[in-house]
């Protein structure tokens, strides 16, 4: 029961499961897993995935010796395991050399070497064949405005962004770009902090095309939204390339907590919605464990967000299969098909008709929604009396 299968595509990164626990204030509490023994741990729990930044697999001062050999051990427990990898990306945000900024560092050499790293992090996924790439730009941002343009800022990036999807078409790499988007932490304000604001981003670049985004829960639950919202804004706009499933409580900073351990009837609506369209992306838990949790708490963890992801699954089938939800929101969407001869495509003569109808307002006025009885319905059924 709640037992995922390849095809659900429950993926996480080698960042997730292999967090030692270190943060702000404390050190790290676990031992460091190598990267063959956190896809044994995802093979165990059933995922489909794992994900890396370049880092991730290959220390940044890795000689290409220890390099040659990191990549013949992982490619050994992915063939050995079955797990693939469906997404790379680069960690721009941990080395020093990064400390203002990577593609909107105010430092041109810093820029070029982001783009260098880059460059080469998509040749590593490529090997392993990743083909959607995420950027989160950590730290692109500023703690104070006075020392970097915004516009500047947003000018380089939009280069960078420019200049690899060149690379990728130059390398027949096929890779979809995901933007990452996060309001703030570890910077004081990072650039493109919503889904919305990547959104608008993204049709300013050459190859618009070919990127979409990453939303992450947490993130925009950091900036008090409705992170369903923000997903079916991607997807309309055809933009859902990627997703980075945790929790949060609101308000808080990046908590990355296991999916649905917060605030689950907004975990609800996000399953609910993803199977209701058919999303068929990575469901990626950029999550971590408990600092407080050992080993064994890790793969509950892991567990934890796989099977919470199915429960709510099967919750929102109960949801769309429930007579008794399906028939109030029949009667709230009810439509007498008496206003279609005015709206829907614009014609001159629909618009003078509708300007001439005579609308009663105190009566349209009148008419309330069954919202209550509909949301204690739902409350019931993720609290299963129903
Ligand atoms: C943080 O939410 C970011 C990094 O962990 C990584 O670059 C990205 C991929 O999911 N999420
Ligand atoms: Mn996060
Ligand atoms: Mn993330």
Known sequence: MYNAKPEDKFTFGLWTIGNPGADPFGTTVRER??????????????????NFHDNDLVPI??????RDQIITDFKKVLADSGIVVPMA?????????????????????????????????????????AKVYVFWGGREGTETDAGKSALDAGKWFREAINYL???????????????????????????LPTVGSALGFI???????????????????????????????????????????????????????????????????????????????????????YRSSDLEDVKAFASGCIRSYLILKEKAEKFNADSEIQGLLAEITTDDGSMSQYVGQYSSEKAAALKDYGFDRVE???????????????????????
């Open 165 to 191: 999807c060149e690379y990728n078409i130059d390398q027949g790499y096929d890779y979809k770009f995901a933007l990452e988007p996060k309001p703030n932490e570890p910077r004081g304000d990072i650039y």
């Open 61 to 66: 001062d890795a000689t290409p010796v220890e």
């Open 364 to 386: 349209l006025g009148r008419r309330g929604q069954p919202y209550e009885r509909l949301d204690q319905l739902v409350f019931e059924l993720l609290m299963g009396v129903r």
């Open 203 to 289: 049709a300013t670049l050459d190859h618009s095309d070919m990127v979409g985004v990453n939303p992450e829960v947490a993130h925009e639950h950091m900036s008090g939204l409705n992170f369903m919202h923000a997903i079916a804004q991607a997807w309309d706009a055809g933009k859902l390339f990627h997703i980075d499933l945790n929790d949060q409580k609101i308000g808080r900073y990046d908590q990355d907590f296991r999916f649905a351990a917060e605030s689950i009837k907004q975990a609800f609506y996000i399953v609910k919605f993803l199977e209701d369209v058919g999303y068929d992306g990575s469901r990626h838990f950029d999550a971590h464990a």
């Open 33 to 50: 897993l190598t990267p063959s023994q956190i896809v044994e741990i995802l093979a165990e729990v059933g995922a489909w995935g794992v």
């Open 89 to 129: 990306t680069t960690n721009l945000f941990s080395d020093p050399a990064f400390r203002d900024g990577a593609f909107t560092s105010n430092d041109p050499k810093v820029r070029a070497y982001a783009i260098h790293k880059t460059m080469r992090a998509m040749d590593l996924g490529a090997e392993f064949g």
